[in-house]
């Protein structure tokens, strides 16, 4: 009884113990929910087409040697003693943020500087002696210092430096001394670009980095953490970059800004972040173009009596009417290479049949002459001709779609990675000339069998192949294509090394 007793209560306790850890962690599921992210334009770029036809980028000035392109921004090239930086015009209003820039730098030497700043400040720091950035700034600046200047056998590395305006940068010991994170990663030459992802939630500061050895997007490791930290409620984003003694290109492909919000608050409109005066002003402004358009559709009517009441076209495509156009002509392009395609298997299947049919009469007109010795060809035999057959036309299938893959590099080639292509098309003009070999063999064979000792063997005339290029030339050509491909890949090579300095 007892017993009975002593287990009774060690269950209650084991219950009651799967109860309170249940509690706890539904406690902290509710106290780790994730914030919530909005997309800021305004404090964000990415290309294609990422500058204006003045070449200013929409929302951000760039100062020093930055040069915007359609597809990045080059904050400096690879020359000495250069310096630049890109700036939002507009200060952030949001608490908590997140940041995510894409970017490379890449040099000729094995040692590269002085290296990369992603800023956020109280005000612009257009210009100056912190990477490019005025010093004595009021906010945060990770830094991507690739020149070791303490002589530590630290760098590449990532360094997070606070200021409240009055601290001056230690460039003598690459900020070591006033860092309140780091770590150490390489950054410079990587086969992808680098990615680092920044974000202030909380009053706690992480820096996660993507080290580019990968295509994987969201493959990123932690660099540093910074709690309790104060940053200005508002305040600038930029990114910078300066070179000295030795020099590398520093290229910004992409700055992408999120709000984050609490969960649990509310996420502000759009049009609680805009300023009443400004609410005012385009309100006014919108009337005025509104009574404009007003005026010049009376006069419109009044000029074309004859189209009153008629409704007017809408000049403007919705986004559902664009989708749907966008999959109708897809639709159509699909179907016509489709169809032509099919053209093209029937042509090949017609000649492959006109090639078995006079192949089997051959046959049978031997086998009936000398049906007293050996008979006639079985279907079997038949049947492994006509398979042989259609392993050609699979082939030959294999080789059109290596063409096409092949024509496709060719047009949209860009480093010689894509010889690959060739040498796989070649491989299937090989593949189809054994698989003849297997054909050739296999008929002789069959005629063998079928015609008296005495007599000697003798292939069957085959119908001319209504062909306008022969196999010699055929092969000739794909040779001097190949050749003429990898010439041309090499020479593109060449002159992008010896341009890319002076961009």
Known sequence: MATRERRGGLAAAVVAGVLLALGRAAVAAEGSAGPHRRFEYKYSFKGPHLVQADGTVPFWAHTGNAIPSADQIRITTSLKSQKGSVWT???????????????????????????????????????????GAADRWNG????????DNDGKKNNPGVVVVGNDGKLQYDHQNDGSTQALASCQRDFRNKPYPVRAKITYYQKTLTVLINNGFTPDKEDYEFCAKVEDMVLPSQGYFGISAATGGLADDHDVLSFLTFQLTEPGKEVPTLDAEIPEKDKEKYQEEFEHFQQELDKKKEEFQKEHPDVQGQPADDPFETVSDRELRQIFEGQNRIHLEIKQLNRQLDMILDEQRRYVSVVTEEIAKRGSAVSGQQGQVSQQEIDTVVKTQEEVIKQVNEMKIAMADTLRLISGAQHPGSAAGVYETTQHFNDIKEHLHVVKRDIEQL???NMPSNEKPKCPDLPPFPSCLSTVHFFIFVA????????????????????????
């Open 89 to 131: 015009k507009n200060k952030s209003i949001f608490e908590y943020w997140e940041v995510e820039v894409t970017f490379r730098v890449t040099g000729r030497g094995r040692i590269g500087a002085d290296g990369l700043a992603i800023w956020f400040t109280e005000e612009q720091g257009m210009e100056g002696p912190v990477f």
């Open 140 to 147: 945060v600046g990770i830094f991507f210092d690739s020149f």
């Open 447 to 449: 005629v063998q069998r």
């Open 480 to 503: 001097v294509q190949t050749v003429l491909f990898i010439a041309y890949i090499m020479y593109r090579s060449q002159q992008e090394a010896a341009a890319k300095k002076f961009f």
